[in-house]
């Protein structure tokens, strides 16, 4: 399997944004997507968002569509988060992962990185 590792989390207030950065390495052969998705302390983890390995396919939580954009870096191996319009309900730890697209859009995941906590404040 492989590495990921996320970095960008933080506090902001309600209506601001933040931008989350996740590398992978190693064994990333057998990917074909990429993704995020988010627990938050008392509840289900949830999907956030799913990108092609090429880039060209998005998907979005219904929760998160049209505040945040999932985009990709093919040549450096990374997925990015852009979150704006954040709300205090956004606060949880975001993962990144890999693996196959089916499996994401089924909020089933094979690997993710240690997460990034964000903390919206209202």
């Known amino acids: 399997q492989g590495q990921l590792v996320e970095s960008g989390g933080g506090l902001v207030q309600a209506g601001g944004s933040l931008r989350l950065s996740c590398a992978a390495s190693?064994?990333?052969?057998?990917?074909?997507?990429m993704g995020w998705f988010r627990q938050a302390p008392g509840k289900e983890r949830e999907f956030v968002a799913a990108?092609?390995?090429?880039?060209?396919?998005?998907f979005y939580g219904d929760s998160v569509k049209g505040r945040f954009t999932i985009s990709r870096d093919v040549a450096e191996n990374s997925v990015f988060l852009q979150m704006n319009s954040l709300k205090p309900e956004d606060t949880a730890v975001y993962h990144c992962?890999?693996?196959?697209?089916?499996?994401?859009?089924?909020?089933?995941?094979?690997?993710w990185g240690q997460g990034t906590q964000v903390t919206v404040s209202s």
């Open positions: 992962t890999a693996g196959s697209m089916a499996l994401l859009l089924r909020d089933e995941y094979d690997t």
């Open positions: 190693g064994r990333t052969f057998s990917y074909d997507a």
């Open positions: 990108i092609s390995w090429s880039g060209r396919s998005t």
